[in-house]
């Protein structure tokens, strides 16, 4: 069965879908919490509107993948799909740096989310099929991984 996630073109196994983790019907609603916002009393800003809608997007993928035990192949790729995807939008300012909004657990971060990602990863290549699949994904591990300076 396809994915009926807007831009997502996974299939649904076993009521989640392996590209996105969007779950069946029977998922439990999502909890935010939320964070007192100032009244603005000027027209709002578009660019703010896109910026919580990415920050939503991220948070609701992020709950359904905390549900899920990261045993797995996919599941430990996904979260480093997610961590990289958050780390996409952050770094062409799509939403902005927040340590009270946490992914999986991880502050919305630059360098947080590139540990994530990189461990994720990581994670990934032990349950690779091929040696070039564990080798591929140890490369992008190190692709994303902090620069350090000596």
């Known amino acids: ?11 649904v196994v076993n009521g989640l879908c392996q590209v996105c983790g ?25 660019f703010e509107a896109q910026a919580e809608a990415a920050t939503d997007d991220l948070l609701r993928k ?7 035990v990261p045993d797995d192949y996919q ?22 740096p927040d340590e009270n909004v946490k992914l ?12 994530a990602a990189e461990e994720a990863l990581r994670n990934c290549a032990h349950f690779a099929q091929s040696f070039e699949e564990r080798v591929a994904l140890v490369d992008d591990a190190n692709r994303i991984r902090r620069n350090t300076w000596f």
Not at 22 to 46: F, H, L, M, N, R
Not at 62 to 68: F, T, Y
Not at 104 to 115: G, I, K, Q, T
């Open 1 to 11: 069965m396809e994915c009926k996630e807007p831009d997502c073109k996974g299939n």
């Open 22 to 46: 969007s779950g069946s019907s029977q998922e439990k609603p999502i909890v935010q919490t939320a964070t007192a916002k100032p009244a603005v009393t000027s027209a709002p800003d578009p």
């Open 62 to 68: 992020s709950q359904k993948l905390e549900a899920m």
């Open 75 to 96: 599941a430990w790729r996904m979260q480093g799909d997610l961590f990289l995807a958050a780390l996409r939008r952050l770094e062409t300012r799509e939403i902005e």
């Open 104 to 115: 999986m657990h991880v502050p919305l971060r630059e360098s947080a989310l590139r540990d």
